[in-house]
């Protein structure tokens, strides 16, 4: 079974200050993960996803097989990156995002 | 860049109505689409994937008699709300996949039913 698992629901940091947003899953097979983010009053937007090994808005995620997790870092929060974060996670073939709970950033000025 | 769009963004009906929301895949074609569901301060649960020609796969626990799908072009699904309840009152939200493009799966603005 697919499930992925965001333990924290809130996370609040002061700007300039690093953010870890945790993420773990479960899948039998290769997964491809993803991190969406949706900002106040807007719709479920991509952020990154692992495949493409990049940095978005200061964000990244390194996918690890071995502890099965996929956590979303960025070293200097910034006030705009308040918003609720979901890690997604799609298994193999045409298969639709199963999401975790998702976690809200607040980052205090 | 691709988008997805879903009409009505709000409605509400009265107990006992049927609504009817759309979904369209703008600058892209989909073969499937998928519908969602966000109770407040919660996360997305899928409800259904909608296949383009064929009937749509309903995830276990969710009605297909009330929640009707139908997926009639490349570019459009409607998910009609039948008999609907003030506990079918929700966010729905549709997704679709640009398997041909970026590969990325865009989500609707998603719509607001309120059941009175």
């Known amino acids: 079974a697919q499930r992925v698992t965001q333990p924290e629901k809130l996370l609040s940091v002061f700007k300039g200050a690093p953010v870890e947003l945790k993420c773990n899953y479960s899948y039998s097979g290769s997964p491809e993960l993803f991190w969406y983010v949706q900002y106040s009053r807007q719709r479920l937007q991509l952020l990154l996803r692992h495949i493409s090994r990049e940095s978005i808005k200061g964000f990244t995620a390194d996918l690890n097989k071995g502890e099965t997790s996929f956590h979303l870092k960025k070293p200097f929060a910034q006030e705009e990156d308040s918003a609720m974060y979901y890690c997604a996670l799609r298994g193999q073939g045409n298969t639709p995002l199963v999401f975790g709970k998702g976690t809200r950033l607040s980052v205090i000025a | 860049g691709a988008v997805v769009s879903q009409h009505p963004s709000w409605v509400i009906c009265k107990s006992g109505t049927s609504v009817k929301i759309e979904c369209r895949s703008l600058d892209f074609q989909a073969t499937t689409m998928f519908w969602y569901r966000q109770f407040p301060k919660q996360s997305l649960m899928l409800m259904a994937t909608s296949n383009e020609g064929s009937k749509a796969t309903y995830e276990q626990g969710v009605e297909k008699d009330k929640f009707l799908i139908n997926h009639a072009s490349l570019t459009l699904s409607t998910l009609t709300v039948t008999s609907a309840h003030p506990e079918d009152s929700s966010f729905y939200i549709c997704?679709?996949?640009?398997?041909?493009?970026?590969?990325?799966?865009?989500f609707g603005p998603g719509t607001r039913l309120t059941v009175l």
């Open positions: 997704s679709a996949r640009d398997l041909e493009g970026t590969d990325t799966q865009y």
